[in-house]
């Protein structure tokens, strides 16, 4: 078993600045990929970005350039700062982990790995 603690969301207004953090505990070693995806009132779940062991990242087209994800495999732990914000990032943030080894490709909206973090939510609002 996996557990994770995604922290790091808040309010903030547009054009500003939030890192979110993840990190894993329990059978940490066994994870091959992590990130995050999230979650909009009355929309569908979307993968926002994420990354493997060897470094491979896969990010939605809407935070490409804005967000940036990257990983320390030693403590097991994923941060992503997000600039650039807009009002639209609001969500409910959740870092998601993947124990089964995929292509980075593999993930998508409707893809994720096999563990869920409880959610932090980003506000972005004026």
């Known amino acids: 078993q996996v557990q994770l603690v995604d922290s790091g969301g808040g309010l903030v207004q547009p054009g500003g600045s939030l890192i979110l953090s993840c990190a894993a505990s329990g059978n940490s070693e066994s994870i091959y990929a992590m990130g995050w995806y999230r979650q909009a009132p009355g929309k569908q779940r979307e993968l926002v970005a994420i990354?493997?062991?060897?470094?491979?990242?896969n990010y939605a087209g809407s935070v490409k350039g804005r967000f940036t994800i990257s990983r320390d495999n030693a403590k097991n732990e994923v941060y992503m700062p997000m600039n650039s914000l807009k009002p639209k990032d609001t969500a409910e943030y959740y870092c998601?982990?993947?124990?089964?080894?995929?292509?980075?490709?593999?993930?998508?909206?409707?893809?994720?790995?096999?563990?869920w973090g409880q959610g932090t939510q980003v506000t972005v609002s004026s």
């Open positions: 998601n982990a993947d124990t089964r080894v995929r292509s980075v490709t593999y993930y998508n909206d409707t893809q994720a790995g096999n563990y």
């Open positions: 990354i493997t062991k060897g470094g491979s990242v």
